[in-house]
């Protein structure tokens, strides 16, 4: 045979190879998992891909014909990790799905990425209002802290709280805590005594707090992420806030159940307001805190949730394309999904593609032993107030 014939053979064999790829490659659907599984926001990464284990194990890796496959990234929620990792899933692996996303700067690194390849970006945990108005391919299922921070500012002004020191973490999701909380308390007749933001990585809050101490605030309004909180308090009771009557308030990042019950009676009486608990009364919830408990040895918190229900979303997507993955489909059929997720019943606004969902106020009490976020009052399908305002 000569060379020639051994060239068009090997380069029908390369041409066949490829007609064959996408129709091998479309029997599976891969995710890129993108979390801080190291690093400051570890506890983050480790509840959404507990819980998306988790849901799998449930309900088994296939969908509509398809095979779920899911790549999990760490990022060690560093924006700039977050978007070499998106391209190279995008790009090299072939995901259908980009989703994770534990701090506001790592989702909106992934953004134009999602735009450019029309892949959906499923945010599982950041909280920054204008996420999802930052690509149309973006859906979450966590929270925003304006959901949160409204709801808490009215209560405070409602109940006997007049002075207030706020403590926030110094980015996009903290501004957002501040800015909601403040306009909605002193809206109530509430005044604003020491304003304070500390560095997002690796922060010292004892010298902050020596300040608020000694503004002599009724309460300390806190955001800081999830993992966070624990160090806070720590540092909180070591420097006598809580022996000076000094309460803490805020949306419920701080007081996150897997961290909970380290923090001591120090935490005892803080009243949050925020979209889940451990303690939350449902079936459905005490089902999964149940499954979640033998899995992994621990409670879930409002982490574990978010990757919960975005998994979920992946599945029930998939579904109603009938295993299609064109991301404009996808996209279409996760508007106006609605569910009953383990915090409640939620749903996907159809036109900001952020979610709906009831947002409860909890106060820190013992139960058998334990330290939960125990709900006292509820607002029902609470919409993002920073989107609903403009």
Known sequence: MSIRSHMLLAAGAVAGMLA?????????VKIGLILPMTGGQASTGKQIDNAVKLYMQQNGDTV????IEVILKDDAAVPDNTK????????NDKVNFIAGFGVTPAALAAAPLATQAKVPEIVMAAGTSIITERSPYIVRTSFTLAQSSTIIGDWAAKNGIKKVATLTSDYAPGNDALNFFKQNFTA??????????????????????????DSKPDAVFVF??????????KQYAERGLDKAGIKVIGPGDVMDDDLLNGMGDAALGTVTAHLYSAAHPSAANKEFVAAYKKAFGQRPGFMAVGGYDGIRLI??????TGGKTDGDALIE???????????GPIS????TRDIVQNIYIRKVEKVDGELYNVEFATFEAVKDSGKTKK
Do not use: C
């Open 20 to 28: 064959l790829a996408p129709a091998h490659a479309q029997q599976t």
């Open 64 to 67: 509509a014909g398809k095979k």
């Open 84 to 91: 070499r990792l998106a391209q190279e899933l995008i790009v």
């Open 188 to 213: 109530g007749g509430g005044e604003i005594v020491e304003e304070v933001k500390v560095p997002l990585q690796n922060p010292d809050f004892a010298p902050f707090l020596q300040r608020m101490k």
């Open 224 to 233: 800081v992420p999830a993992g966070q909180g624990g160090n806070f308090m």
């Open 315 to 320: 599945y029930e997507a998939l579904k109603k």
């Open 333 to 343: 059929a996760m508007k106006g999904m609605k569910w009953e997720s383990p915090r």
């Open 348 to 351: 996907i606004d159809p036109e």
